[in-house]
């Protein structure tokens, strides 16, 4: 099975930027699609972006779309999220997670139920 590893979390003013990554270790990333999403303090794991195998599709939610970015080097085993003009909304705990491609539709999933594997997650604080 597939292992991930979040970085790149920390401490930043609003209007600023992270780029978080994701490593991917005992399976070919290339198996899997991807996805981000967050959780802040007392509120449900929510969708942030996600990515197919192969990155020729990404998906956004609303709340992010136009200020993050998601993208995927296969040959680097690691996925990174993009992160501009970063609000206090943002902070959160923010997970990537990884479903084998080949799993039920093939579809890329944009529900943390249908993810399998998880990382420990990376911490992200915007002050205002």
């Known amino acids: 099975q597939v292992q991930l590893v979040e970085s790149g979390g920390g401490l930043v003013q609003a209007g600023g930027s992270l780029r978080l990554s994701c490593a991917a270790s005992g399976r070919p990333l290339s198996w899997y699609h991807m996805g981000w999403f967050r959780q802040a303090p007392g509120k449900e794991r929510e969708f942030v972006a996600a990515?197919?195998?192969?990155?020729?599709?990404?998906y956004y939610a609303d709340s992010v779309k136009g200020r993050f970015t998601i993208s995927r080097d296969n040959a680097k085993n690691t996925v990174y999220l993009q992160m501009n003009n970063l609000r206090s909304e943002d902070t959160a705990v923010y997970y990537c997670?990884?479903?084998?491609?080949?799993?039920?539709?093939?579809?890329?999933?944009?529900?943390?139920?249908?993810?399998?594997?998880w990382g420990q997650g990376s911490q992200v604080t915007v002050s205002s």
């Open positions: 997670a990884a479903v084998y491609r080949f799993k039920g539709s093939a579809r890329t999933p944009l529900v943390p139920t249908e993810y399998d594997y």
């Open positions: 990515i197919s195998w192969s990155g020729d599709s990404a």
